[in-house]
């Protein structure tokens, strides 16, 4: 099933929000390719891409926490977050080509869960820590 955005995703902060949008857009891509028949495409040209965006949303993430509390810690669970992701990436390498529908599907649901893990649970904590600090600073 395809990823829906809705309110229950959002964090609050916007830049954040519009990038999490467009992670969607490209798993929801990852998907239909999948869905057509079209797994090397999936794999070799969609997969890439997202890897390139959550690296680019990572260091967006990253860029907003020196100076909040907590944010050392956040930054670790990114780090963490970030190795899980290219371990899995290294797994797909170790066995190429066997059965590539069954890769490409493994992988889809793989990337949806890991996305809303990530934003559920890293990145609402994030929104809470940059918050609080905006209230505190009036
Ligand atoms: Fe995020």
Known sequence: MRLVWSSQLETGIRQIDLQH????????????????????????????????????????????????????EHKAMHTEQHKAFK??????????????RGETSAMLEYLKQ??????????????GLIMAREAKAG
């Open 21 to 72: 949008q467009e992670l969607i857009d490209i798993i929801n891509e990852f998907e239909a390719a999948h869905l057509a028949g079209e797994d090397a495409r999936a794999m070799n040209e969609l997969l890439p891409r997202l890897a390139g965006y959550v690296i680019f949303h990572f260091a967006t993430e990253e860029s907003m926490l020196p100076g909040i509390p907590g944010g050392a």
């Open 114 to 127: 890991w996305l809303v893990n990530h934003i559920m649970k890293t990145d609402m904590q994030l929104a």
């Open 87 to 100: 371990e899995r990436f290294a797994k797909l390498k170790a066995m190429p080509g066997k059965d590539q």
